[in-house]
C-alpha cells in the first residue's frame, strides 16, 4: 500500500513535535535512572503513534515520528555513540539550559540510533513516508566540547563517517527521505565552514538512492548561502516564516535550483497561521519565478516541539489545506 505523495507542493514536517505525555513520561523516568530506554519501550511506542495520528489528521504526506525520544537532537546521539561522555549544565541562552556532551574519544556508531522509531511510525503511518533525520556531524561538534581531536574538520569528518552507518541503515530499513539537521551552520555562516560540512555531507550521502535534504534554520542563512548551493543534495529545507522571508530575494540573486522545503509556519509563535496567510507566502515564492511546484515542499520552519501540541496540529492542518489551495492555483 504505497501513498503518493503529490507532485506539486507536497506537505511535510522538519522532525520534532512536542512530546507527548508518554514520551514525557519516559523520559523523566530515564532522567531520574528509574528506568531504562529499552523499559520505556511501550510509552515511546504510545507517543510516537500519537504524533503520527497528529500528522495523518492533519493530512502531511511526508511525516516524522515526532522525535520522541530525543530530549536535545545533539545529547541523543552523543549519550550513545561511543567516545562521547556526558557533559555539565550549560546555558545556552536565556533561561536554556543543555547538558553540553563532551568528545574525549575517537567517536564510533554503536549500531542504529534511530531506526527502531522511525520503524514504530512507519508502521502506523498507513504507507505514507517517514523521513529518516539526524543530527548532522557539524552540529554534533559545534555544540559538544571537544578534548579529542582538537582539529575541527577531522572530528566532523570522523562523525560523518559515523553517521553514514547510521543512514545506511535507515536506507536498508526502508527510509526514502533522509534528512540531516545542520542548525550550528547558519552560526557560523563561512565559506571555510561550508567546506567542512560539503566534505561531510560527501561522506554521508554519495551512491544513496533517496531523497537527500538539509535542514538549517535561523541565523545568518543568507550569508551562507551562496556556499552551500554546491552541497551534494536534493533539497535544502529552510526557515523563512520567522524571518519574514527576507531570505527570498537572495534564492533569486544566487540563481537557487534545487528543491527547497520552505519553511512557513513559525514554530516560535503560538499564533495559527490562517490557510489564506499561507496561501500568500507560498505566492510570494511563485511570484520569484525561480522553482516550479514540483520543486517547492511545504512545510514549518523548524522542528515544532516548542509548541503546545492543540497548536501544533492546527498549523500543519492549516498548512495542509493551504498546499491543496496552491496545487489549484499554480
Ligand atoms: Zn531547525
Known amino acids: 500500500m504505497e501513498y503518493q505523495v503529490p507532485r506539486k507542493f507536497p506537505t ?28 520505556l519501550r511501550g510509552l515511546f511506542v504510545e507517543a510516537i503513534r500519537g504524533v503520527v495520528e497528529d500528522h495523518l489528521w492533519a493530512g502531511v504526506d511526508i511525516i516524522s515520528d515526532g522525535e520522541q ?22 546555558r545556552i541562552f536565556d533561561n536554556v539550559y543543555f547538558r553540553k556532551p563532551i568528545i574525549y574519544g575517537k567517536v564510533e556508531w554503536p549500531g542504529p540510533l534511530t531506526v527502531e522509531d522511525w520503524k ?9 513516508p517517514v523521513k529518516g533525520i539526524l543530527t548532522g556531524p557539524y552540529t554534533m561538534l559545534e555544540w559538544s566540547f571537544d578534548l579529542y581531536y582538537g582539529d575541527r574538520r577531522e572530528a566532523v569528518i570522523d562523525l ?16 526514502k527521505y533522509i534528512q540531516i539537521d545542520e542548525p550550528a551552520l547558519s552560526t557560523r555562516p563561512w565559506k571555510e565552514e561550508a567546506d ?23 541565523g545568518k542563512i543568507e550569508y551562507i548561502l551562496p556556499y552551500i548551493l554546491e552541497f551534494p543534495v536534493d533539497q535544502f529545507d529552510l526557515e523563512f516564516k520567522n524571518s519574514n522571508f527576507r531570505l527570498l530575494p537572495y534564492l533569486k540573486e544566487y540563481g537557487y535550483d534545487k528543491e527547497l522545503g520552505y519553511g512557513v509556519i513559525d514554530v ?10 499561507i496561501v500568500e507566502d507560498i505566492e510570494k515564492l511563485m511570484k520569484l519565478g525561480i522553482l516550479s511546484p514540483e520543486k517547492i515542499y511545504i512545510d514549518p520552519d523548524c522542528g515544532l516541539k516548542r509548541l503546545p ?5 492546527q498549523k500543519l492542518k492549516n498548512m495542509v489545506e493551504a498546499a491543496k489551495i496552491a496545487r489549484q492555483r499554480w
Open 69 to 90: 525520544t530525543r530530549e536535545d537532537m545533539v545529547v541523543y546521539f552523543a549519550e550513545r555513540m561511543n567516545g562521547y561522555m556526558p557533559g555539565e549544565w550549560t
Open 120 to 128: 514504530i511510525a512507519s508502521s502506523f503511518a498507513e504507507g505514507r
Open 196 to 218: 567542512i560540512v560539503k566534505e561531510a555531507l560527501k561522506i554521508m550521502l554519495a551512491g544513496l538512492d533517496v531523497k537527500k535534504i538539509v535542514h538549517i534554520c535561523f
Open 268 to 277: 516560535h509563535t503560538t499564533q495559527i497561521e490562517s490557510v489564506d496567510e
Open 309 to 313: 501540541r492543540e497548536i501544533a496540529r
Open 12 to 39: 511535510t514536517v522538519v522532525g520534532s513535535y512536542p512530546k507527548l505525555e508518554p514520551a514525557k513520561q519516559a523520559l523523566r523516568k530515564i532522567r531520574k535512572k528509574q528506568a531504562s530506554p529499552d523499559e
Open 160 to 175: 560523518a563517517k559515523e553517521l553514514r552507518k547510521e543512514i545506511e541503515a535507515l536506507v536498508n530499513a526502508g527510509a
